[in-house]
């Protein structure tokens, strides 16, 4: 089945760059989208279709694509960034089958 | 304003059957593809399966299908998932969304929790 593999962990400094990647056969004909999930939460969508941010999610926030490499940035960490981060894709049968990244905790101190 | 409200989660047994609901308000449920997404204690988010907005298609993850069913009632503004043949991994806070994957915004419910124990 198809899978995204993401780095277990990233730490960065607060007002430093983080910077995780989401890898994926599929990538370079399929969106991603990059979820935050805080404890307790539901995930919250901070990237969509790549590089595209909704509304309410700061500017620090980016996304870009490249092959069969998804990228969220974050710009200017800060400590309440810190959470898990999760990529979101589809698979490439034609049927619309969802699939999430293993999952990046990002630490910031 | 969008919600999603879960509802059906419980202790079962393994090898049991349960029925998810979700209630969904604030759009035009009809319209809209949608989603169960699960989360096992302590573990990463896993998409579990779609429906389209009308009903006629859906898919699953590997490790569901044939076991869960997914299905909708647009009359009734709700989302079902029917879970049989229950194992311990299907332990997990089960979430609907109205995902941004396949429409303009990103909508989830707060969650039901199952958990599949003897």
């Known amino acids: 089945s198809y899978e995204l593999t993401q780095p277990p962990s990233v730490s960065v400094s607060p007002g430093q760059t983080a910077r995780i990647t989401c890898s994926g056969d599929a990538l370079p004909k399929k969106y991603a989208y990059w979820y935050q999930q805080k404890s307790g939460q539901a995930p919250v969508l901070v990237i969509y279709e790549d590089s595209k941010r909704p509304s309410g999610i700061p500017e620090r926030f980016s996304g870009s694509s490249s092959g069969t490499m998804a990228t969220l940035t974050i710009s200017g960490a800060q400590v309440e960034d810190e959470a898990d981060y999760y990529c979101?894709?589809?698979?490439?049968?034609?049927?619309?089958?969802?699939?999430f990244g293993t999952g990046t905790k990002v630490t910031v101190l | 304003e969008v919600q999603l409200v879960e509802s059906g989660g419980g202790l079962v047994q393994p090898g049991g059957s349960l029925r998810l609901s979700c209630a969904a308000s604030g759009f035009t449920f009809s319209s809209y593809w949608m989603h169960w997404v699960r989360q096992a204690p302590g573990k990463g988010l896993v998409w579990v399966s779609r429906?389209?907005?009308?009903?006629?298609?859906?898919s699953y993850a590997d490790s569901v299908k044939g076991r869960f069913t997914i299905s909708r009632d647009n009359a009734k503004n709700t989302l079902y998932l029917q879970m049989n043949s229950l194992r311990a991994e299907d332990t997990a806070v089960y979430y609907c969304?109205?995902?941004?994957?396949?429409?303009?915004?990103?909508?989830w419910g707060q969650g039901t929790l199952v958990t599949v124990s003897s």
């Open positions: 429906i389209n907005s009308d009903g006629s298609s859906t």
């Open positions: 969304a109205r995902a941004a994957w396949d429409s303009s915004g990103d909508y």
């Open positions: 979101y894709s589809t698979d490439s049968s034609g049927n619309h089958r969802g699939v």
